[in-house]
């Protein structure tokens, strides 16, 4: 799926995407009439899963963006009796990322939903599962190689890798499989929820490799700069966002 929006300029001609990602949380400083004059132009949303449609929904019409998600173990809306999943026609007009690629201005992104597996709930997955879907990916990751120099731009998870940003229970563990895709497919960029943060002290963003993984609990703004040397897209992070965690870090 391919779409248009009207880029930012840069230094020297460069273009920016600025993307707004949420998670977990329905933030009211997001859920009001005034969301455009408060946070400004955003290309794209992107969401980490765990919250309602209403709210989506009304981030895409108040925003004027398009959105693309993954849904989280909490999914609040009715599940099939058969797949025991959520039907996507309960979020309607939003692209689900889970286990697939898509394609927004010369940006790829690609996604995994849900969690670690703890009460056999739906979208709860162990760690066989979560490669499985990781693996429907791959494919399309080389033929993007072979025409662009890289596989993936941005990963969109509702759980984060392993050791990083993960809790220590089983349910809010980060999964193992997820490290190792990083490390071989080195996307941009990881986006992902579900490890709240309560204290706002915590970091959310950590450099694994060149991957910057950055936690969307509530919401985060971030800006993606084509970088036309390297045929690909830079992160930039701004200071406030850089934590020490993880296993290295900016």
């Known amino acids: 799926m391919s779409a248009h929006s009207d880029n930012g300029k840069g230094p020297q001609g460069s273009e920016t995407l600025r993307v707004l990602a949420v998670s977990d949380e329905v933030e009211p400083q997001l859920y009001n009439a005034s969301i455009k004059e408060w946070l400004g132009h955003v290309d794209l949303i992107v969401s980490c899963g765990d919250l309602p449609a209403n709210y989506l929904d009304f981030l895409v019409s108040n925003l004027q963006a398009p959105m693309y998600h993954v849904l989280g173990n909490h999914c609040f809306a009715p599940h099939d009796p058969t ?20 394609y927004y201005d010369g940006l790829v992104l690609g996604g995994a939903e849900g969690s670690p597996l703890y009460n056999g709930g739906p979208h709860q997955y162990n760690e066989q599962q979560m490669e499985v879907t990781l693996l ?14 890289r596989y993936l731009d941005v990963l969109v998870t509702h759980a984060p890798p392993a050791g990083i940003y993960d809790y220590t229970d089983v349910a809010h563990k980060g999964f193992a499989s997820l490290s190792q895709f990083v490390d071989l497919f080195k996307p941009s960029l990881l986006l992902h929820g579900h490890t709240h943060r309560y204290n706002p002290m915590m970091p959310i963003h950590t450099l694994t490799g060149n991957t910057h993984i950055i936690n969307c609990y509530g919401h985060v703004v971030i800006e993606l700069e084509k970088d036309a040397e390297a045929k690909g897209w830079r992160v930039n992070v701004p200071e406030w966002m850089r934590g020490a965690h993880g296993r290295s870090t900016v």
Do not use: D
């Open 83 to 102: 797949t025991g999943r959520c039907s996507p026609a309960a979020y309607p007009g939003l692209e689900n990322l889970n286990g697939k690629l898509a």
């Open 136 to 149: 429907r990916m791959v494919p399309g990751m080389l033929i993007n190689k072979v025409r662009t120099g």
